[in-house]
């Protein structure tokens, strides 16, 4: 089991940055599959990327090339690092896990799930 907590949410203009943290309890490295997820009111929740057991990392067309996903396996610490932010990437933000393969970014997959982090950019 892991616990995840979700950070560094808050309010930013269009084209500005934004760096989210989800800090895990325990090392996840070739047991979890962790992934972000957002969700905004009356939609799906859509992934956003994922780091694979492997190492492996793969951020979705969607966002690519302006998100980034990464780790600090010291901190046990997986980060989102969201640049040219725009008003349609205002939601809530999640960071989640999964210890089952996870080569699909569907958030039924996950099993933890961190608090969630609100991200509001404005035009």
């Known amino acids: 089991q892991v616990e995840l907590v979700g950070s560094g949410g808050g309010s930013a203009q269009a084209g500005g940055s934004l760096r989210l943290s989800c800090a895990a309890s325990t090392d996840t490295r070739s047991r979890y599959c962790l992934a972000w997820f957002r969700q905004v009111p009356g939609k799906e929740r859509e992934g956003i990327g994922i780091?694979?057991?492997?190492?492996?990392?793969r951020v979705e067309d969607s966002v690519k090339g302006r998100f980034t996903i990464s780790r600090d396996n010291a901190k046990h610490t997986m980060y989102l690092q969201m640049n040219n932010l725009q008003p349609d990437d205002s939601a809530m933000y999640y960071c989640?896990?999964?210890?089952?393969?996870?080569?699909?970014?569907?958030?039924?997959?996950?099993?933890?799930w961190g608090q969630g982090t609100q991200v509001t950019v404005s035009s």
């Open positions: 780091i694979y057991t492997s190492g492996g990392i």
């Open positions: 989640a896990a999964t210890p089952h393969p996870c080569g699909t970014l569907s958030w039924r997959l996950f099993n933890y």
